[in-house]
């Protein structure tokens, strides 16, 4: 085994996938880079070669999810054409089925013992991408505004996309649905329910989605 592993160009890709195999199966972190390597039959260099650190492998598989959610978006030859909002929403379910495919390392790397704002070190850059990917989308609907009352505000939407990224995680990860398909229904209500407060229509959508989570909650 060693001698295969040591035959191999290590990646990040491989160091990130060592990685999650070795907390799945031992249902801890590697207490260091050292016990990592070792039990990977890997060079401490060729891991720092990737990585500086554990933890910066922890944010680097946040920052894949992202990019290979993008990989995603970009085989949909329709995406060009949709509305701000399809775009979001489109965005948010290929993120969750991707993170559903990861649903064991995502479950125990944001622990439920843990609030959000614990792991929120390790999203940091999850962050950065999902505020960007928001900022982006409101730049080029104001593109399209001649007035400057009409046009909206990139850092207030970026901002209330990641709040609403934030709850929807916490959601996905309570959520025992079959298929996850609460998890669906939640997405939708409430990147709804956020365009609606952008374009101030808000008032149906937010007592329905006030009217879903008070079920979720108390049922």
């Known amino acids: 085994m060693a001698a295969k592993i040591k035959a191999k160009k290590i990646t990040d890709d491989l160091?990130?996938?060592?990685?999650?195999?070795y907390v799945l199966e031992h249902e801890?972190?590697?207490k260091s880079v050292y016990k990592f390597c070792k039990a990977n039959s890997i060079d401490e260099s060729e891991f720092y070669q990737n990585f500086g650190s554990v933890?910066?492998?922890?944010?680097?598989?946040?920052k894949k999810f992202y990019a290979n959610t993008e990989g995603l978006i970009a085989k949909n030859t329709e995406y060009d054409s949709f509305s701000n909002?399809?775009?979001?929403?489109?965005?948010?379910?290929?993120?969750?089925?991707?993170?559903?495919?990861?649903?064991?390392?995502?479950?125990?790397?944001?622990?439920?013992?843990k609030t959000l704002q614990q792991n929120m070190d390790q999203l940091k850059g999850l962050r950065k991408h999902v505020k960007g990917f928001a900022s982006e989308l409101i730049e080029n609907g104001?593109?399209?505004?001649?007035?400057?009352i009409t046009k909206h505000s990139p850092k207030v939407?970026?901002?209330a996309a990641w709040l609403q990224f934030v709850f929807i995680l916490k959601?996905?990860?309570?959520?025992?649905?079959?298929?996850?398909?609460?998890?669906d229904l939640a997405i939708e209500k409430s990147i709804t329910t956020v365009?609606?407060?952008?374009?101030?229509?808000?008032?149906?959508?937010?007592?329905?989605?006030?009217?879903?989570?008070?079920?979720?909650?108390?049922?």
């Open 15 to 21: 160091v990130i996938s060592m990685y999650m195999d």
């Open 28 to 30: 801890v972190v590697p």
């Open 55 to 62: 933890e910066g492998v922890q944010k680097a598989i946040w």
């Open 85 to 113: 909002k399809d775009k979001m929403l489109t965005f948010f379910y290929s993120f969750f089925e991707l993170l559903t495919l990861n649903r064991s390392y995502v479950l125990f790397t944001l622990h439920k013992d």
């Open 142 to 148: 104001n593109a399209n505004k001649t007035l400057k």
């Open 157 to 159: 939407f970026s901002e």
């Open 171 to 183: 959601f996905w990860m309570d959520d025992d649905s079959a298929g996850f398909e609460k998890t």
């Open 195 to 219: 365009f609606d407060i952008f374009d101030n229509t808000p008032l149906d959508n937010i007592i329905d989605f006030g009217k879903f989570l008070f079920k979720e909650k108390f049922a």
